[in-house]
């Protein structure tokens, strides 16, 4: 093996890979150089590689001597360079004495995050129970099914632009008496709110921060003129309803007593430097956006640096402006709070199932207040494979494998923390990024990426003890190129995978039966990636397609609509079999959205997940994958006030399907 390929596989690169498709994949040298010295490891040369190799040891060895993980009972070995004399401490103030010579711990069975002095620091001992917290642990009535929903689609009585964490709580108690134990929600985490072109969920400025623009403005007596002119449209116009919302809350903050302003300006779980960083951050933004910089990396060098003299003057004279974000962070919150409190309190099991985004913008504020946490250089994105030919990067940026150990894992925990705190639930996007994520050196095509190694245990550790302090279900969008072996090992641990209706088959490419689906998964009938129900049965999909010029697997339209009629008959005939269905295929899809509903209703899953748009058999889906403008993302409305679609006759019918299916 030559010196490269050492230093390569060390730093947790994988210079040989097995696709979508079971081939045998090489990355380049070039690759690797390029991925290596965006890791801080230079590779022109021989003395570089060599220097490189000792800097990684010694920084592996380091980290290693900061934070520990282990499971509750086992034994846990202690990493060289830790030495007695010993100081045992536990999270619950509790002290045990060690022999200074000691390499193992004999076990500790209490969970939390303890401490351990000795002769060269401290360090952190995580110790986590086997498994997350799940199904069987807040329902003792077997499965449980609910509905996933794009927060700004929602409507309910009050005219509103969007759907908002109001919207939410309000909406709540109708589907918990319909009988649903769970609403997944999308994304709600910070975005850029002086940037009202930056509206997708998924490039979030901040993880551990939630969107401000979410919380509900309405309580205050401001004026509701803006809110009901833009209440009744079916798409939403970020461009206009964004600076209306940012204004209603500026004029909540300016009239706000004393006692509201002093109730709103922390958030008990977040530290104050961390809240006052963020809301810096939010200032700055405004600031330089109307100079038309974005992100902190366009901003001049003296404000990238969170403690310099630059940022400090800034503060000192945008007081007001910082005092409002950090306020406005409070009342978003409150308001998250407020909903799953309702959800609690109208019955249901679960309550609220966030969404934790795969990766952060590098130019946000996660990266500027904690950029050692993060992978500079590199985006996060996925392999060339039959979906994407070309591979995908996402622009997105996550935590540095390299870092993780000596940052003490701060980062990733403040951000399982955020997405845990008011959810009975969280969704982890792309989970496979657990063992590994594929990433792309700066200026580079996606296909010249290659895998990087996670410290997958150590992941699986801290989220399985935040997932108990925070009595938080955990669900891992784990579609794609899967890595053998992954999904046994997540479901060992209470990881609920995604079992997707369209992704089910067997070899010969038949749809499988439900009854033997993974108990340890979600039943879905579609992602917000993938088309409703009724739109693929009614083809929408192919419309937009061809509308746009997409790239297509077939030669013209009509080879596709009449492959699409061939896979209308497989899956009627396959839900005809399973007792889902009877007669010849519908030529309206509402017949076949229920017969689908079915299908999920009687699977051998923990859990069941309708998106509402098909539930309600709606024909639009909120993202078109690799779009930006040609398809609406995230701007589509449900039709009308959840109340009211769920007295629908049809949606009715489905939802009684899924209460006798999910009754244990």
Not at 113 to 129: F, I, K, N, T
Not at 583 to 592: I, L, N, S, T, V
Not at 625 to 642: A, F, S
Request: with cysteine.
């Amino acid at each position: 093996m030559s010196a490269l390929a050492h230093l390569a596989q060390e730093a947790g690169l994988q210079a040989v890979w097995e696709d979508a498709a079971g081939e045998r994949q090489t990355v380049s040298e070039d690759s690797l150089r390029a991925v290596l010295a965006a890791l801080g490891l230079p590779a022109e040369t021989d003395a570089e590689i060599t220097k490189s190799r000792e800097r990684l040891a010694v920084q592996r060895a380091e980290g290693a001597r900061r934070f520990v993980t282990a499971v509750a009972g086992e034994p846990i070995a202690l990493p060289a360079g830790i030495e007695g004399p010993f100081a045992l401490e536990l999270e619950s103030g509790e002290r045990r004495e060690l022999e200074s010579g000691a390499t193992v711990i004999e076990s500790i069975k209490q969970a939390g995050y303890h401490r351990l002095s000795h002769s060269g620091g401290e360090a952190v001992l995580a110790v986590a129970p086997p498994r997350c917290f799940g199904v069987r642990d807040i329902s003792g009535k077997g499965s449980l099914w609910g509905v996933s929903a794009q927060l700004p689609s929602l409507r309910d009585t009050e005219p509103a632009p969007f759907g908002d964490f109001g919207t939410l709580a309000r909406t709540v108690p109708a589907l918990a008496k319909a009988g649903a134990d769970l609403v997944a929600i999308s994304p709600v985490h910070a975005l850029f709110p002086a940037d009202s072109l930056r509206f997708s969920p998924y490039a979030p400025s901040s993880r551990r921060f939630l969107n401000i623009l979410f919380a509900d403005s309405a309580p205050s007596g401001v004026q509701k003129g803006t809110q009901e002119a833009n209440s009744g449209s079916e798409l939403i116009d970020w461009e206009t309803v964004l600076p209306q919302r940012l204004a209603q809350l500026k004029q909540r903050f300016e009239t706000a007593d004393a006692a509201e302003r002093n109730r709103l300006a922390t958030i008990e779980r977040v530290p104050e430097d961390a809240l006052h960083s963020h809301a810096l951050y939010d200032a700055l933004h405004a600031h330089f956006t109307a100079l038309g910089k974005h992100g902190w990396r366009a901003w001049p060098v003296e404000y990238h640096d969170p403690q310099g003299d630059a940022v400090r003057e800034f503060a000192k004279t945008h007081g007001e402006d910082i005092a409002f974000f950090a306020w406005s962070q409070g009342l978003a919150d409150a308001g998250l709070a407020k909903a799953q409190q309702a959800a609690r309190d109208a019955g249901m099991a679960c309550g609220i199932v966030t969404d934790l985004a795969v990766g952060i913008d590098p130019g946000g504020s996660d990266c500027w207040t904690a950029r050692r946490a993060f992978l500079d250089g590199l985006s996060v994105g996925a392999p060339p494979d039959l979906l994407g030919p070309d591979g995908q990067d996402w622009g997105l940026t996550t935590f540095n494998p390299l870092t993780l150990h000596a940052e003490r894992f701060q980062a990733f925990r403040d951000t399982l923390g955020a997405a845990m705190v008011h959810a009975g639930g969280v969704r982890i996007d792309h989970i496979l990024g657990l063992r590994r994520i594929w990433v792309v050196p700066h200026g580079r095509s996606s296909a010249e990426g290659c895998y990087l190694a996670m410290p997958q245990r150590d992941l699986a550790n801290v989220l399985a003890l935040e997932s108990h302090r925070h009595a938080c279900l955990v669900i891992g969008e784990d579609l794609g190129t899967v890595p053998a072996g992954f999904r046994d090992e997540m479901a060992s641990r209470d990881i609920y995978g995604m079992r997707v209706l369209w992704f089910e088959r067997a070899e010969d490419g038949g749809y499988t039966n439900s009854k033997g689906w993974d108990e340890k998964a979600v039943a879905m009938t579609s992602t917000h990636d993938l088309p409703t129900l009724a739109g693929w049965w009614s083809g929408r999909d192919i419309d937009w397609t061809w509308r746009i010029g997409r790239k297509s697997a077939f030669d013209d339209r009509a080879a596709e609509e009449a492959h699409r009629i061939a896979e209308r008959a497989q899956i009627w005939e396959h839900f005809v079999q399973a007792g889902h269905a009877a007669g010849d295929p519908p030529e309206e899809p509402a017949p076949f959205v229920t017969a689908g509903i079915a299908q999920l209703a009687d699977s051998a899953c923990d859990l069941t997940i309708v998106p509402l748009e098909d539930l309600f058999g709606a024909s639009e889906q909120p993202n078109l994958p690799g779009t930006i403008d040609e398809h609406p993302n995230w701007r589509r409305r449900l039709p009308e006030p959840v109340e009211t679609g769920l007295q629908e006759p049809d949606t009715r019918n489905r939802i009684e399907t899924l209460r006798k299916g999910t009754l244990a």
